[in-house]
């Protein structure tokens, strides 16, 4: 690391413990009451209970394993989806208006639905998570499958390559940079969609835990749901920028 | 026997021959006619050039060579059978060699595409992988990216990855066109001693015209709207082909005015 990116890497934790330190300096003045806003220390001593108790855990990897099923199963489906419609130019004309109009559509709006066919289930869940999470992967592969270079194409028919061979050794490695994109970006999606079904359904999850702490007032437990949201966002963000570093390391020497 | 009936036994024979032959080859693209009546034939281990101006259509006969076009009317053949779609034993080099890698493959990894898609088992692979690198002089660099290469790097691995097809025919749309001139001269010669120590029949498209002379038993030059042959020059030059005493030859010299001539007359 060169010696002004340490700098910056200084200065943003310092920035971020000035933001902690303000929090605590309004929380002890009792700018706002302590009933609504604790004190990181308060939060903090929430945040290692809540872990003792196991409570705190087990919400945790609710949340973790909705979001998980969710972002896997919008992936798997965009990428196939969005393959199919991206590798054939009729299949775009075909589909393009279609996704156009549901691509907008608030996956908020498509709750009641959703509750109404499949109940206050985990497959509710499931679909209302895969709905949202679907969009940021499917029109990114679409996009990364039109955007092959056409040259590569002729050499695959050149060196008469299968058609299973084609996708898999030129499509699919051209599309992987917009792909991993819209996995990151659907990831995102995911968190949001399984706190918003956890707090609608009453499933297992740290959305539930939020919604429950508020309602009884316990701004500390509350505090940790959120800051655990916050902290489960970030790293799994990270995990797979590691991911999408690895797997394209061959665009690194581009640049 | 008619005389004409002779002729056409003797065009015959001569057809029987031809390793790659055009027969009154025509090709619309969008409406345009883009060849036309375009009567050709390559013997095999013929290191035929075809240039002219641009737009005269002399790579679009390259891609009907190649089996990526299919001609509208007329034949193209490939030894007496018509072409119907690339085949394995005519490689292709591509002038854009930046856009014909892949870009996530190492110089290895490309090579080992056309491996791939022969079917070589995986354990041969790497051995001939070593081979053709030598070949080309890019062993050191085998694990090397494209974009980390220079042009005229990235151009020689296009050419080995076309050699791993183990082709008997090679056909190359201006490959050295977007190469400096040093870099240039250097895989002319590379490109003259892997063909003609194979006897690989070669079909060479560029705009310039010293290269053709250089490279060619034969020199076509295309006139265009539509493209048709406007000039036929067989190249009588000593081989092998050399930089200095070649270019300095009267007969390069004799040769290079007629085609200078020839071109600039199809520009007015």
């Known amino acids: 690391m060169s010696r002004a990116a340490i700098l910056w890497r200084i200065a943003s934790i310092l920035v971020a413990a000035g933001f902690i330190a303000a929090w605590q300096l309004v929380a002890d003045l009792r700018l706002v009451s302590p009933v609504f806003l604790p004190g990181p220390d308060r939060a903090w001593a929430a945040l290692v209970r809540g872990f003792s108790s196991g409570d705190l855990a087990s919400k945790l990897i609710g949340t973790l394993e909705h979001m998980a099923y969710g972002w896997l199963a919008a992936s798997i ?21 279609s996704l156009e109009f549901l691509r907008p559509l608030p996956v908020s709006a498509i ?53 299973g061979a084609v996708i898999g050794k030129i499509a699919l490695p051209s599309a992987l940079p ?22 609608l359904a009453g499933l297992d999850g740290l959305g539930q835990w939020v919604l429950l702490s508020a309602r009884a007032f316990r701004s500390a437990d509350l505090f940790a749901g959120v800051i655990l949201l916050g902290v489960t966002g970030y790293l799994t963000s990270i995990a797979v920028s590691l991911v999408e570093q690895r797997m394209l390391a061959w665009q690194s020497t581009a640049r | 026997m008619s005389v004409v009936a002779r002729l056409d036994e003797a065009r015959a024979t001569r057809r029987q021959k031809a390793l790659i032959a055009f027969n009154t080859a025509t090709l619309q693209l969008g409406g345009k006619t883009i060849i036309e009546n375009l009567d050709l034939e390559v013997r095999p281990g013929e290191f035929l050039c075809i ?29 007496g059978e018509p072409i119907t779609g690339p085949r394995r034993e005519v490689a292709i080099v591509f002038q854009d060699y930046g856009k014909a ?30 081979a053709l690198l030598r070949k080309i002089g890019l062993s050191d660099h085998a694990d090397k ?13 296009q050419i080995a990855r076309c050699l791993a097809q183990e082709p008997t025919t090679l056909l190359m749309d201006e490959p050295f066109g977007a190469l400096d001139a040093m870099t240039r001269q250097g895989l002319q010669d590379e490109v003259l001693s892997l063909t003609q120590m194979s006897q690989t029949t070669v079909i060479f498209v560029t705009h310039d015209l010293e290269e053709a002379i250089y490279l060619g038993d034969r020199v076509i030059g295309l006139l265009p709207h539509p ?35 020839f071109i600039k007359a199809t520009e007015h």
């Open chain 1, 77 to 97: 489906a965009g990428i196939a989806l969005g393959a199919l419609i991206g590798s054939s130019r009729m299949m775009r004309a075909y589909v393009a208006p």
């Open chain 1, 111 to 163: 709750i009641p639905v959703a509750i109404a066919m499949l109940g206050l289930t985990q497959g509710m869940a499931l679909f209302v998570i895969a709905f949202g999470a679907i969009w940021p992967i499917m029109l990114a592969t679409i996009h990364g499958f039109a955007a092959v270079e056409p040259r590569l194409y002729e050499v695959a028919r050149s060196l008469q390559m299968s058609r």
């Open chain 1, 178 to 199: 917009d792909i991993l994109a819209g996995m990151r970006l659907s990831l995102t999606v995911a968190l949001i969609l399984s706190v918003v079904c956890e707090i």
């Open chain 2, 51 to 79: 240039v002219g101006a641009s737009g005269c259509g002399k790579t679009t006969a390259l891609r009907l060579a190649a089996g990526l076009y299919s001609p509208t009317s007329g034949a193209v053949t490939f030894d």
């Open chain 2, 101 to 130: 890698l892949l870009p996530w493959r190492t110089a290895a990894g490309n090579i080992s595409l056309a491996l791939e898609a022969s079917g070589v088992p995986a354990r041969e692979r790497s051995s001939r992988i070593a």
């Open chain 2, 145 to 157: 990216y494209p974009t980390e290469m220079s042009g005229g790097m990235q151009q020689r691995l």
């Open chain 2, 227 to 261: 493209g048709r042959i406007g000039i036929e020059l067989d190249v009588d030059l000593p081989r092998p082909r050399d930089q200095l005493a070649t270019r300095e030859h009267p007969e390069f010299l004799r040769l290079r005015r007629q085609l200078f001539d």
